[in-house]
């Protein structure tokens, strides 16, 4: 090949890049691996965390939730075609993925309530940050009222992104795990999470209230578990319906790669970010699908953009789609009314035991908070040597305690006997 | 490989998963808990309670499995064939990446777990960041960014924070007219005003152009090199001593990262800020659009702005998160997307240094013959050498007899091949942008070629009618914008 090149030297491929500084040595890392001893590495790596399974029973939550995902979805959606495909840029060659993404859009609206959803964004944190900015764009108003009950990190990751776009972010403190959002002000959006990060059923009536009268958008970042079991976000009134899909076929994963849901009534359609999947025909008349209305994209309208998303989660919405369709409209009631349950039981269970009291005493859906003696982070550090990952720590010395439909009854009476333990 | 071989794909039209709907029919299967089974109206109040469950859609196990695969059957991949995907780098990527991804220790830990058992974890991100530093010749490292242009915005608020922290107000980012599409958008994300440079008659930016757009205003420039045609800005030093003159900082778009793998590191060419796309050069798959991850590495003096947390070595060997002093704050709900930065660790181990380089020399290596192949049949407006990828044009085809980078690209399709990537860069008429990647052979590269003559001597109406051997022929898509169907429920 370098001969057809006219090169005697793989060095001279280089020959355009300016010789004082080219490296002359080697990069400073270790030389290449056999397979086998790679294997060997990460699986070493891998030992020296403790995962969740028989060894540390999970009951943390927190945005991130172990839940079940069945055989299905790994054998299925991490097939070849799946993973190792690109963004659909040629249609013909990309029906699988596309219609993969269209099925996942329908089954997300009928899910949110709301007209409109796109192939996904990152996760959770970044889709909240796409429903401001949209709502920002289609009001004009730059002020956004953001709900204590919102995923602090997600809050977090808000006001990262609001330090570019200069959008003004006002917290509105939860109350005994609801939100009271004020009646007076112009906001251009109210946001709340629904469930709350408390696993309260959060006052979502009455936000929708607020938003209709102060002529803001409401946005919502919804559970989807919670889906099978609450009405729609969209029922209530809401513009924006948002979320984290992780708990639909993916596992706990260290935080990602996580499935940023976003969904929107038919108005804000030519704001909604990120890609489209729309049906169509090919030149035989035949049923096709494409993403569409990508002049939204940054690819196209360039500086103009109200978004800069490129690449998206795909093959997690298309984890999704497939979880979602093995559950179908049985299963997601059962999963939701199974997490429901265990949530129910262990709760009553705790509060039970002398000192813990609750958190909040709003209505919970698979998570709750409770304050014990002890603080939420030492109850978790002793709670490991028991078996368990015992929650997540709240700020002010709490615990948030997560059941999905993964928790037997023997492993919640073993936690809370535990529990009474190490509070003592 | 035969070259006319045609991948397997499936013609029949597959009906949605809502028209295979039966109800009553469900494959899902619970555990037996021994929770007490108290019903929905003792869970949840009324005023929030669903009157209905959500429509799914209910199928058994075997028709949901039949379903999926079908519609794989439907699906180009890399595994495949060649995707010689300009600017996307859609390589062939070790198996061994997926299987390490996948291992109950990493894939079922929970992100908020204390630091004491996620040792591992911090371990491989630690060691990841490192070798990335090294690769890119930078000194810290964010890997919370989930795609690279999220890496784009993450450079650009550090950038911002940076300027700010000196007292300065700067309101401009430069950005060559061959640049990606996303740069200008996450500018604007970031606050700035985009200023556009053009490109030189070398394809290369115009530093008298650039020079004359440099002010006290400019926050800094945002530059790939090798560039969106595939060449090496050669001028780099002097563009880096201009734009630090007037106090502004380069950001390198590591899109095309994989051409310079130790042959040459932003770090050591003046950048101050680098993003990786790590599934482009480090062996995420791609996944249909996704998941990718996008870290970003920087230069000593924009260590302390980087989001938190990040891994932490301690003197006693082990590990902790610790949050950078002046943060600009987290970009990704928790540590960004973690399997896909233990595929990239997984394949950096596997190639090791010496191979990290033999990636970029074999992806050189393979444009260049392939350039140098085509650049009688196809016109290249930039005929030089060129880094991992070129762009080439169909002016004159389009001119002699009407057939267009598009029909080329259906053509292709219906030849075996996935297309390149056509109108882009913006700045070049008719655009084919090629990348046969490091890991394809030379006998594909030669049918690859073969192909791209023979449709060179087709016909108009031959381009026009392609492709004709896919699942679907030409896709409606103007239909598609025009009568928005986004779900199967619009169709009604």
New interface residues.
């Given amino acids: ?2 001969a ?2 006219g090169l005697s030297s ?1 060095d001279e ?6 010789e ?4 002359t040595g ?10 086998p001893d ?2 060997v ?13 028989p060894d ?1 029973v ?1 009951f ?1 939550g ?3 939730y ?1 839940h ?1 995902v ?1 055989s ?1 979805v ?24 596309l ?2 993404l ?2 996942y ?3 997300l ?3 949110t309530g709301v ?3 796109n ?2 964004l ?5 889709a909240c940050v796409e429903a401001v ?1 949209l709502a920002v764009a289609a009001t004009g108003r730059s002020e956004v009222w953001v709900s204590g009950g919102v ?1 602090p ?2 809050r ?2 808000m ?3 609001a ?4 959008h003004e972010l006002v917290d509105v403190p939860l109350v005994d795990g609801v939100t009271r959002f004020p009646s007076e002000g112009a906001p251009g959006a109210i946001l709340l999470q629904y469930p709350n990060y408390l696993g309260c ?1 959060d006052d ?2 009455g936000a929708a209230a607020a938003a209709k009268s102060l002529g803001a958008l409401l946005l919502v970042a919804f559970d989807p578990v919670a ?6 976000p969209g ?1 209530y009134g809401a513009d924006v319906v948002v979320g ?1 899909g992780q708990p639909f076929g993916t ?8 499935l940023g849901l976003f969904a929107c009534r038919q108005e804000h ?1 030519r704001r909604l970010p990120g ?10 008349g ?3 699908y ?1 993403t ?3 002049t939204r ?20 919405a ?1 984890c999704c ?2 979880q ?12 939701a ?2 997490c ?3 949530t ?2 262990a709760r009553e269970a705790l509060l039970a035991v002398d000192g813990v009291s609750p958190v909040a005493s709003a ?1 919970v ?1 698979r998570e709750f908070g409770v304050r014990a003696p002890v603080a939420g ?1 030492v109850i ?2 002793r709670m ?1 040597e028991e078996g368990f ?1 015992a929650g ?1 720590p709240l700020d002010d010395g709490g615990l948030l305690v997560a059941v999905t ?6 492993q ?1 009476d073993a936690y809370v006997t535990a529990f009474e333990k190490v509070v003592k | 490989m035969d070259a006319k071989s045609i991948p397997l ?1 499936g013609r029949e ?2 009906p ?3 028209e295979q ?1 039966v109800a ?15 019903g ?1 109206d003792e ?3 009324a ?5 209905a ?7 058994s ?1 075997r028709d ?2 039949a ?3 079908r ?10 064939g060649p ?1 010689p ?1 300009g600017s ?1 780098t ?1 390589k ?3 198996k ?1 990446c ?3 991804a ?13 630091e ?6 911090l ?2 991100l630690a060691d990841l960041g490192d ?1 990335l530093c ?2 890119t010749g930078m000194s810290a490292i964010t890997l919370q960014p ?5 890496g ?2 993450t450079g ?2 550090l950038m ?2 940076w300027h700010e922290d000196q007292g300065r107000q700067r309101t401009k980012v430069i950005i060559p007219d061959s640049a990606h ?2 740069n ?8 700035y005003e ?1 200023v556009t440079v053009p490109s030189d008659d070398r394809g290369l930016v115009d530093v008298g152009e650039l020079r004359k757009r440099l002010d006290e205003d400019v926050a800094g420039i945002m530059l790939t090199n090798p560039n969106t045609l595939g ?2 800005e ?1 001028d ?2 002097e563009i880096a001593a201009a734009v630090h003159e007037v106090g502004g900082l380069l950001y390198y778009d590591g899109a095309n990262l994989n051409a ?6 932003p770090g ?2 003046g950048f101050d800020i680098v993003h990786m796309n790590l ?1 482009k050069t480090f062996a995420v ?8 991850a996008g870290p970003v590495a920087v230069s000593p003096r924009l260590a302390k702005y980087l ?1 938190g947390p990040v891994p932490e070595r301690q003197p006693d060997g082990s590990l902790r998160w610790a949050t950078p002093e002046r943060s ?13 930065l ?1 595929r990239a ?2 394949y ?10 033999r990636v970029a ?1 074999a992806a ?3 444009a ?2 392939l350039r ?2 085509l650049r009688g049949v196809y016109d290249v407006p930039y005929d ?2 060129n ?1 991992h990828e070129f762009v080439a044009s169909t002016t004159s085809l389009k001119k002699a007899g009407g057939v267009r980078a598009l029909d080329v ?2 053509r292709l ?1 219906e030849e075996g091949f ?2 390149p ?1 056509v109108y ?1 860069p913006l700045i070049v008429a008719e655009a084919l942008m090629i990348e046969p990647t490091e890991t394809e052979s ?1 006998q594909t590269l030669q049918s690859l070629a073969d192909a791209l003559e023979r449709i060179a001597a087709d016909s108009h109406d031959e381009a026009a009618a392609a ?1 004709r051997t ?8 103007a ?3 025009r ?9 009604r």
């Fill in positions: 090949m370098l057809d090149l793989v491929l280089f020959s355009v890049v300016p004082a500084l080219r490296l080697a990069l400073d890392l270790p030389p290449g691996l056999s397979e790679v294997a590495r990460v699986e070493q790596v891998a030992g020296a965390n403790r995962r969740s399974g540390l999970c943390a927190g945005g991130a172990d079940d069945p299905v790994r054998r299925v959606a991490f097939r070849s075609e799946f993973v190792t495909a690109y963004t659909p840029y040629q249609p013909e060659v990309s029906q699988g993925v219609q993969a269209f099925e859009q329908t089954m609206t009928r899910l007209e409109i959803a192939a996904s990152y996760d959770g944190a970044t900015n995923h990190q997600w977090e990751v006001r990262t992104f330090g570019g776009t200069g059923l979502i009536a889906g099978g079991l609450l009405r729609s029922s984290e596992p706990l994963s260290f935080g990602g790669p996580y359609v890609r489209l999947v729309g049906e169509t025909v090919d030149t035989e035949r049923r096709a494409v569409t209305l990508r994209e940054q690819d196209i309208r360039r500086e103009k953009a109200s978004s800069n998303v490129c690449t998206n989660q795909t093959l997690i298309v789609v497939i979602m369709a093995w559950l179908g409209t049985s299963g997601l009631r059962e999963l009314l199974r429901a349950r265990g129910r039981y209505p859906f982070e978790v550090e490991a990952l997540v439909e993964k928790r037997t009854r023997e919640i | 794909m039209e597959e949605t998963i809502f709907s009553g029919r469900r494959a899902w299967s619970f555990r037996e808990t021994g929770v007490p089974e108290w929905a869970l949840v109040p005023d929030h309670l669903a009157d469950p959500a429509d799914i859609a209910e199928v196990e949901l499995v379903h999926f695969t519609l794989t059957h439907r699906q180009y991949s890399v595994d495949l995707y995907l996307c859609m062939y990527n070790p061994l997926d299987d390490a996948g291992l109950p220790g990493l894939a079922d830990v929970h992100p908020a777990a204390p004491s058992m996620i040792q591992g974890w371990a491989l070798a090294e690769v989930p795609a690279g242009a999220s784009e915005l650009l608020l911002r924070a599409g996303t200008p958008a996450s500018v604007t994300l970031g606050g985009t060449l090496f050669e780099i030093v310079i793998l130790g042959v040459v590191r050591d060419m599934h798959p791609h996944g249909g659009g996704g998941p990718g989001p600009i704050g987290r970009v990704h709900g928790w540590h960004g997307n973690a399997l896909a233990a660790w997984s950096i181990l596997v190639n090791g240094g010496d191979g990290l380089r020399e050189v290596l393979n260049n013959w140098h192949r030089r050498p880094m690209a259906k399709l996935h297309a990537t882009f030379l492709p896919t699942p679907v022929s030409r896709v409606d898509e239909r598609a914008a009568t928005l169907i986004p779900t199967f429920d619009a169709r």
